[in-house]
């Protein structure tokens, strides 16, 4: 039975939107008939999971298949949470509802913020119990991606120990997703890892600039196409804080918020070390030439993410001294206990009440320099508040409100409260009034948020 089925995605897909929500498809969607044709498999990788490394594979995922766009544009079609799969170790492969809904939720909001993600086309209920320690309502997520391919994959195909597998996997992976190398460039490996890492540098800064915590960013939670996936203990952050992590079993914060580009850059580190083989015959140089790009993979983010602030502040052109004037803004909203989306909300509109920290000396002779600033770069005011309005999301999901509509989907099978929570964070830069409602932080009595994994 669908839970929720994604029609702007099957449209924008080329699929009959119509034709996939009959009895017939729910077979397909719930893992229970193989649609014509297709040759269903589970992936082989490998993964450093909170950096231990371990022998993986696909355990609750079965890719369906590859589909063209009317455009041309290739996706992977997979399953999440339909069974065992040669992957599953002790798991059963199974799924439960409410983390396949969140997954759906988030997945669909991430994009509409314009950050590059897997997106959620359908959410089955198989009707099936799922035990874990609770019973739960069994489902199945239709995850739809660029591709599969993680850096655990390369990790995995590192360990074969055969430089000829290694040398496919990487030609496939260029040019599915980096035609742009060419197949007699002397550099190819090196470009590709170079654009590897421009990729995660740019999406690890659209991360940061939403506040959005990934939770298990290990390797094999890493694409190579440079969009998020694997949404499981994930969450936003509400009040600016960065040392937030939300996962339960994350107790050291190795995937706090402030650590995600560190994180990725050793993600990055355990890919080129893969690559190796293919970076020069002789090791010493092929590691000299790996470590001078992970080297840079700071310098490419902080890049990135200054240019995303920049945006977030109204700034169309560029000065010295801007990271300065961002680091002063951020330092008092750490102190303050200031709501990261809210407070640019704030200066987005210039609606400055009921926030301690806006009545201070210090935020008022900020904001003077902001001005200034803003004054300086002969643009219309008009042009700099649109470029805010463009950069600061009205909404994400806070996680009160997702919880909420978990709950009623659950609990109760009311699914009005997810679909209002959907139709809202999927036009987050809209800025109309009945966003309003979902703006509000979560009231403090509710406590510290935590995510929990194996869901
Ligand atoms: P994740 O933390 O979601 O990246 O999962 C880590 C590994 O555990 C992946 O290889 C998953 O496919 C596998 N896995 C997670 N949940 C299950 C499950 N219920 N059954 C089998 N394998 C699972
Ligand atoms: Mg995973």
Redesign the pocket.
């Known amino acids: 039975m669908f839970v929720v089925f994604n029609e702007p995605l099957a449209k924008s897909l080329g699929l009959d939107a119509n034709k996939l929500q009959s009895e017939e498809s729910a077979g397909i969607f719930g893992g229970n008939a193989v649609p014509k044709g297709a040759h269903p498999l589970a992936q082989a990788y490998a993964g450093h999971q909170f950096g231990h490394f371990a022998m993986?594979?696909?355990?609750?995922?079965i890719l369906l298949g590859e589909h063209i766009t009317p455009s041309g544009e290739r996706f992977d079609i997979q399953l999440k949470g339909a069974g065992p799969t040669p992957?599953?170790?002790r798991?059963?492969?199974?799924?439960a509802l409410g983390p396949m809904l969140r997954e759906y939720i988030i997945s669909e909001a991430m994009h509409a913020l314009g950050i590059p993600t897997s997106r959620s086309l359908a959410v089955v209920a198989t009707g099936e119990a799922v035990m874990r320690e609770d019973v739960l309502i069994g489902a199945v997520l239709t995850r739809v991606a660029a591709s599969h391919i993680r850096v655990g994959t390369f990790e995995y195909a590192a360990r074969l120990g055969n430089p000829d597998a290694l040398r496919e996997l990487a030609d496939y992976t260029i040019e599915r997703h980096y035609p742009d190398i060419g197949e007699d460039d002397e550099d190819r490996y090196l470009a590709f890892l170079q654009k590897v890492i421009e990729r995660q540098a740019s999406l690890i800064a659209k991360w940061q600039l939403v506040g959005f915590i990934h939770g298990?960013m290990?390797t094999?939670?890493m694409t190579i196409s440079g969009e998020t996936i694997?949404y499981?203990p994930c969450a936003f952050m509400d009040q600016y804080d960065t040392d937030t992590v939300f996962s339960s079993i994350d107790v050291q914060g190795r995937y706090a918020y402030s650590n995600q580009p560190l994180a990725a850059r050793w993600n990055l580190a355990r890919f080129a070390e893969s690559l190796l083989p293919l970076l020069h015959d002789e090791q010493d140089k092929a590691i000299e030439l790996a470590e001078k790009e992970i080297t840079r993979f700071m310098d490419l983010y902080e890049a990135e993410w200054l240019a995303g602030m920049r945006a977030k502040l109204g700034l169309l052109d560029e000065e010295p001294e801007d990271a300065m004037l961002v680091k002063d803004l951020l330092d008092m909203m750490q102190e303050y206990e200031v709501d990261y989306t809210n407070t640019f909300i704030a200066l987005t509109f210039d609606k400055m009440d009921g926030v301690d920290l806006f009545t201070t000396p210090e935020f008022t002779e900020w904001k003077d320099r902001w001005q200034a600033r803003r004054d300086r770069q002969g643009v219309s005011a008009d042009a700099s508040m649109q470029l805010m309005r463009n950069s600061n999301p009205a909404v994400i999901p806070r996680n009160h409100r997702v919880e909420e509509a978990l709950e009623a989907a659950e609990e109760d099978g009311d699914l009005q409260v997810m679909d209002k929570l959907l139709a809202v964070l999927a036009n987050p830069y809209a800025h109309t009034p009945d966003q309003a409602e979902y703006a509000t932080p979560p009231p403090p009595s509710e406590g510290p948020y935590q995510t929990f994994?194996g869901t």
């Open positions: 993986l594979g696909d355990g609750r995922a992957y599953s170790r798991g059963d492969g199974r799924a298990v290990n094999d939670n694997d499981g994994c």
